[in-house]
Structure formats: C-alpha cells, structure tokens
C-alpha cells in the first residue's frame, strides 16, 4: 500500500492504479486542470448543475483525481450551501468526507469499473452489465433529505454494448440529486446515445509547469525517490501525462525509450532476433502496461520527428542526430503515414484483443521498409 493510501485508510485495489502510487482516491489536489474544476462548481452554485458530466482526455493527466475531487465537493458541500463564489471547493485529506471517499466507504457513493475475475485472477477487459445493475439498489435507495447520491464510472469507454445499453436508461431517468462522472480517455468510444446525455469536460495534456508539479508532488506523497537527469527526461517524454512520466521514473520505461531509439538509429538494418525476443516478452498478459507504454514512447518519438522535419522544433534530448539520419522534408508524408498506420493498428488490437507481438514485430517492419525506401 503507498504511504498516502495509508494515510487514508484506503485499501482498495484499482485496476487501473499505478503501483506504487497512490489511488486517484487518496490524492487531495489536481494540477493543471482548475478551470474545469470551477466550471463544476460555478454551475453546481447556479443551482442548475447537469446531471451527468463526461471528463475527457489523454490518459495519465487526471481525469480521475478530478473525478473525485468533483464526487468530494457534491458529497461535503452541495446541501450545506457554503460554496463561497470564485474559491474552489476542494475537501481537506482529513475531513470524513475525503476519508470515505477514498476508502469507497460514503454510501452515497458507487464506483462501476471492470470487475475483478477470481476465475483468471486479472481484472475484467471490458466493464460489464453485471457492473452496470448494481445501479439499479444503489439508486433505488435513500440518500436522505436533500442529499446527493454520485456515481463514478472510471472508465466509461471500456463499457460493453450491453453495459452501455443498461447505462443509458439511467442517464434518460435519473433521480434527483443525482450525479454522473464519466471518466473516459477515448471519447469516440462511447456511443453517441450517451455522450448526447453529458455535459463534456475536455481536459488537456498537462503543460510542463503543473507537470512538474503532479509528479513531484506524487514522488513526495508515495515517498519515491527520483535523480533530477531521470526526471527531467520522464517528462520531456511524457507528453503531458503524469502518470506516464511516473511509469517512465520508476519503471524500465527509460530502457524501453533507449531500445527504441538504439532501433532507430541502426535503420535500415534490423536485429530481427532481438526484436522477436522484445515482442514476445511484451505479448505476456502479465506485460499490458509495459506493451502500453513501449507503443507510446515508440509513436511519441515518430510523432517528434515528424514534428521536428516540419517545424525544427520539439525533439528531447539526443534525439537531433537521429532527426538529421530519417527525416527530411520529402519524406515527411512517409513518417506521417507510418505513424498513422501504428496508431491504428494499435487501437485495432487493443479493440479485438489481437496478437500484441504480432503488432511490434510489423510496426518495426513497416519502419525498416520506409527507412530502406530512403536509402536506395
């Protein structure tokens, strides 16, 4: 357990959570994100708040901390009426709200993500109906005079057709005082049929100031220690996701990075063995995070060259004298395309759950034939 989920009491364990950092549960500030966050509360002061709101974004940037830092204000404030106007409305880590909330203890409160199969001993892939229904007692019960009852799904675009389908009759007859938080990082995933029923709120990738700020302040709150060469090249390569830049500081995502890059370098010419042995070990199920991270720091480099072919700018750190072998302005399109053609089969294979070494082994592939076209 982090040193903040101690502090909380929160024991839970998320599908979703970094280890070994804190739950967006036990986190007590968002970074980056205030205006969204005073777009909730001025609307829940107007007395006209929307029952169901869509927080949307890349992943890794907050989506879920801010999701319950909006659960903990309904729950603390909205029938005390003490929402002063112009000042945000966040809870304090010790009062009994942030407490229950972060130990999914308030019983005004239900969380609805994939659900744990004791069967496989993994989580879910995708969010049931069975997930779903529970809506049906937790809405059916008391809240008690004036108040309010939340429900966070985290993360909505991982709903099943059938789990939808059992979602959207909430969304078409709510209670009163009754509020959605849809936490989603692929909008396009969720049918039109809900998102038509939500109040979006599009969050962005973090700039670098509340960047620097998340991960610190996360690296301080868990007690993890990180040297400064390390961190800094976590971020520059995190566009703008703490969450990636705390994967990149604690895990082997800077050697994830150095392989790529080291790949790179040696086009036209491909260690085909090594890279079967780096597809193969990031096939495992027991890799999806690592296999996850390896296709974005893999795109992200792509998409800097091609920015950087373009532009001039935007490469981090040795990255310029790879730039100056594989990129120039006549073959831009090319690296564009590629980019493209990984991204899709990557949202392809995480959608019909296909051989994931198959997709590395093919996206080096088709970079050693667009490398080799440049060199004939």
Do not use: C
């Not at 705390?246 to 082997?252: A, F, H, Q």
């Not at 150095?258 to 495992?284: F, N």
């Not at 590629?338 to 198959?358: H, P, Q």
């Amino acid at each position: 357990m982090s040193a903040a989920a101690k502090k909380s009491g929160s024991a839970v364990v998320e599908p979703d959570r970094l280890d070994p950092f804190s739950s967006p549960r036990d986190v007590d500030r968002v970074f980056g994100h205030d205006e969204a966050a005073l777009e909730f509360e001025e609307s829940l002061r107007s007395g006209r708040l929307h029952h169901a709101w869509l927080l949307v974004g890349p992943e890794g940037i907050g989506k879920a901390t801010l999701a319950y830092r909006l659960a903990r204000t309904i729950l603390a404030h909205a029938e005390a009426g003490d929402l002063i106007p112009g000042e945000p409305a966040d809870v304090a880590m010790d009062h009994p709200i942030f407490r229950k909330v972060a130990g999914l203890a308030h019983p005004n409160l239900l969380l609805i993500r994939r659900s744990w199969m004791e069967k496989t001993k993994r989580y879910s892939q995708v969010i049931s109906v069975d997930e779903v229904r529970r809506l049906r007692a937790f809405l059916g019960s008391t809240a008690g005079d004036g108040a309010w009852r939340v429900v966070i799904i985290d993360q909505a675009d991982q709903l099943n057709q059938n789990a939808a389908n059992a979602l959207l009759k909430a969304l078409e007859e709510p209670p009163p005082n009754t509020l959605f938080l849809l936490v989603s990082n692929a909008e396009g995933r969720l049918p039109v049929t809900i998102r038509s029923r939500t109040r979006v709120l599009r969050l962005a990738p973090l700039a670098d100031a509340p960047l620097a700020e998340a991960v610190r302040a996360a690296l301080a709150r868990d007690e993890i220690e990180a040297d400064e060469k390390t961190l800094g090249l976590a971020m520059a390569l995190s566009q703008g996701s703490a969450r990636r830049a705390l994967e990149l500081v604690t895990g082997e995502g800077i050697a994830l990075y150095d392989q790529i890059v080291a790949t790179l370098v040696a086009l036209p010419e491909l260690d085909g063995a090594k890279v079967q042995r780096q597809a193969e070990k990031l096939a495992s199920v027991t890799e999806t995070e690592q296999f996850e991270l390896y296709l974005a720091l893999l795109l992200g480099l792509i998409e800097r060259l091609v920015r950087y072919g373009a532009t001039g700018e935007g490469l981090v750190g040795k990255e310029d004298k790879l730039a100056e072998d594989l990129v120039s302005l006549d073959n831009l399109p090319a690296w564009a395309d590629a980019w493209e053609a990984i991204s899709a089969a990557r949202g392809e294979t995480f959608a019909l759950n296909l051989d994931r070494g198959l997709l590395v082994l093919n996206s080096w592939f088709s970079l050693q034939r667009l490398a080799s076209s440049q060199t004939s």
